[in-house]
């Protein structure tokens, strides 16, 4: 299938599944090769499910973990407007080494809140892994440890990106037909 139609918008391959593949075999050789102790990775809900599945499966670090989170927003009791906090970590992360596996980092804010509530938890280190990127529009200071794909400032969906909730279930990358 080279374009699909989700919500009335047509996309067409850009990344395929072949692709995705190589990319993401290269950064868990790359995440196994810094010689990390004891690494707890940090999938990013809901969009990094498919990619946290896949590299999952090779990386090779002893006695690695993998939990799940949550960014939500709510509105604070005093004046203070919009509170995020990370749902679904469970167990106690001081001192761990935290690998955050994330499926694109747009403009950065996402990330800079997910980092700024790991440290609340006193953890020993954080480093940051995405499959995708785009550089034009980061906006943050925080070092990106390991990129899949830097890609321009187009709007993609499939393998666990939606596109208002659905397309997450596409094997390839899409992105909006010009
Ligand atoms: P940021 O906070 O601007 O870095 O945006 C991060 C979040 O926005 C990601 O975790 C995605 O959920 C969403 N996002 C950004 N760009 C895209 C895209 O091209 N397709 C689908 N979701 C995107
Ligand atoms: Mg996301």
């Known amino acids: 299938m080279k374009t699909v139609i989700l919500h ?40 990094s499910f498919l990619f946290a599945a896949d590299i999952m499966r090779k990386i090779n670090i002893p006695n690695c973990e993998i939990s ?37 980092i747009d403009t950065g804010i996402t990330l ?15 480093k940051v892994a995405t499959l995708l990127y785009k550089a034009e529009a980061y906006q943050k200071e925080i070092e990106i440890d390991f990129i899949g794909k830097s890609i321009a400032n187009d709007f993609v969906v499939g393998y666990g990106l939606d596109y208002n909730e659905i397309g997450r279930n596409l094997p390839h990358i899409y992105k909006l037909k010009e």
């Open 8 to 47: 009335n918008k047509t996309f067409e391959v850009f990344i395929p599944e072949t692709e995705i593949s190589v990319i993401v075999h290269s950064m868990a050789n790359a995440i196994n090769n810094t010689g990390m102790k004891d690494p707890l990775f940090i999938a990013v809900l809901n969009g």
């Open 68 to 104: 799940f989170i949550k960014l939500s927003s709510y509105i604070g009791t005093k004046s203070t407007g919009e509170v995020n906090e990370l749902i679904g970590l469970r167990q106690d992360i001081r001192n761990r080494n935290v690998v955050i596996l994330e499926d694109i």
């Open 112 to 126: 800079e809140k997910i980092i700024s509530l790991l440290e609340k938890e006193e953890v020993a280190d954080i």
